[in-house]
């Protein structure tokens, strides 16, 4: 399973752009990036998912250069709502790789502030 | 969006005791279910894998007699806490990974059980 670093923690204000950086040095040919968000006392949750270049959803979006040894989270103009923990995964497609388990780092503690 | 279920939300027990807790999937068929564990300010950190029909596979460390899995279905898997002790206290969490998955990262979290042992 390739190993993912990111920032232990971030400080933003309310109503700017976060881009929470991940590293993956050792990435499969065939793995996905997953980003989840969690709360305290919940359980993660799904943001976003790419393989590469860029990926846009109605929450986030997820750029990923083209050696895709790194991958960006990026939060449009966050609130104070969006303080979690972010996780970058790596993971492969399903019947391609018999490790049927996803691991999750550290994650990073962002915290917005008003 | 597919939807994971856990219950009890919050158990409080005294040690020796035992506990279980249920994991569902609401509105999909999961093939696989996970058992991840989260002491505070740490990551999640995975217990035990399993599929529908078949045993548990373990993490290294994790032990099988004491955490006991049951992944009876397709939309239900319990953890069975044996003989629980103050240590064992915690926050658990399941997730799901459907039919539908592409790839391994893609599983739905259950809101997490906060077991405390007396």
């Known amino acids: 399973l390739a190993k993912t670093t990111q920032p232990i923690s971030m400080d933003s204000y309310e109503g700017q752009e976060v881009n929470i950086t991940c590293s993956h040095n050792n990435i499969a040919t065939n793995d996905y990036i997953t980003w989840y968000q969690q709360f305290p006392s919940q359980g993660p949750r799904f943001i976003i998912q790419g393989y590469k270049t860029k990926v846009t959803n109605e929450v986030a979006s997820l750029f990923i250069p083209a050696d895709r040894k790194s991958s960006t989270l990026s939060l449009p103009r966050v609130s104070l709502s969006d303080t979690a923990v972010y996780y970058c995964l790596v993971g492969d497609i399903i019947g391609r790789n018999r490790d049927d388990k996803i691991i999750f780092g550290k994650g990073t503690r962002l915290h917005i502030l008003p | 969006g597919a939807v994971v279920s856990q219950h009890p939300s919050r158990v409080i027990c005294k040690s020796g005791t035992s506990v279980k807790i249920e994991c569902r999937s609401l509105d999909f068929q999961a093939t696989t279910m996970f058992w991840y564990r989260q002491f505070p300010k740490q990551s999640l950190m995975l217990m035990a894998t399993?599929?529908?029909?078949?045993?548990?596979?373990?993490e290294q460390g994790v032990e099988k007699d004491k955490f006991l899995i049951n992944h009876a279905s397709l939309t239900l898997s319990t953890l069975t806490v044996t003989s629980a002790h103050p240590e064992d206290s915690s926050f658990y969490i399941c997730s799901a990974r459907g039919q539908g998955a592409q790839t391994y990262n893609e599983q739905f979290f259950g809101p997490g059980t906060r077991l405390t042992v007396l």
């Open positions: 399993s599929n529908e029909g078949s045993k548990a596979t373990y």
